[in-house]
């Protein structure tokens, strides 16, 4: 069975604040986790900090304009697929958007089902080149196909589920704290419980441990959580 899919953690770095705010509800009930910057400079910070699947950037912005923004990220090594949006058109525009480093371009006013679209596209692109399988004993999840296997069974996540684990996953036996896992599966405007991670760990555990006789998520007392061969 395929996993669903996972959750794609987005940056909209946008001046207007009606449209951030209608593009972020959007997002969010389409099960992206989205933070909002709206200014140039903010958007720079952000995207720099923390792992984004994908960043839409407003060409026109105050502080530091989108180009700029985006060819500042590609100096610095930041490969997270940018749409970028403006009011402006014209193929030079483009042009210019493309050169910077951006990966698409939309033109104001534009369609959110065509939004949506070109996000999972670029999405799709950054999986392919980025996400290779990853693996822990007889524990494969592939971010790519969105599958999850234990002793070559399928196993079947929700969204959270997996964002959780891919998590957990991509640290190998490291430890991961809470704000660690909260940093990568939830946006910056959570103020809930952080023990909302214990929830998810406890259902990963449930599915992907007991079934098969595995202790293979640790809680370190007081640090986070430690995948281990058990």
């Avoid at 593009?23 to 009930?29: R, S």
């Avoid at 369609?111 to 679209?117: D, E, I």
């Avoid at 399928?154 to 640290?171: D, I, N, Y």
């Amino acid at each position: 069975m395929i996993c669903e899919d996972r959750v794609m953690r987005v940056l909209v770095v946008e001046d207007e604040m009606r449209l951030a705010e209608t593009l972020q509800w959007g997002l969010e009930a389409d099960g992206y986790a989205v933070d909002l910057a709206h200014d140039g400079l903010e958007g720079l910070e952000l995207a720099q900090l923390y792992p984004y699947q994908v960043i839409v950037l407003d060409i026109m912005l105050p502080k530091l304009n989108g180009y700029r923004v985006c060819a500042a990220l590609r100096e610095r090594g930041v490969t997270t697929p940018i749409l970028m949006l403006t009011a402006k058109n014209g193929e030079y525009d483009e042009a210019e958007a493309l050169d910077t480093g951006a990966d698409d371009y939309l033109s104001k006013p534009f369609s959110y089902v065509v939004l949506t679209a070109r996000l999972r596209a670029l999405t799709r692109r950054g999986a392919a080149g980025s996400a290779g399988v990853l693996e822990f004993g007889d524990l494969v999840l592939d971010p790519a196909k969105r599958t999850c296997r234990r002793a070559g069974t399928p196993v079947s996540l929700t969204t959270k589920e997996f964002a959780v684990l891919e998590c957990l996953l991509r640290h190998g036996g490291q430890l991961v704290t809470k704000r660690d896992i909260l940093d990568q599966v939830w946006d910056l405007a959570y103020r809930g419980d952080p023990n909302i991670v214990e929830v998810y760990v406890s259902a990963l555990r449930r599915k992907l441990d007991a079934p098969f006789g595995r202790r293979t998520i640790a809680t370190v007392r007081g640090a986070g959580y430690r995948l281990e061969d058990g």
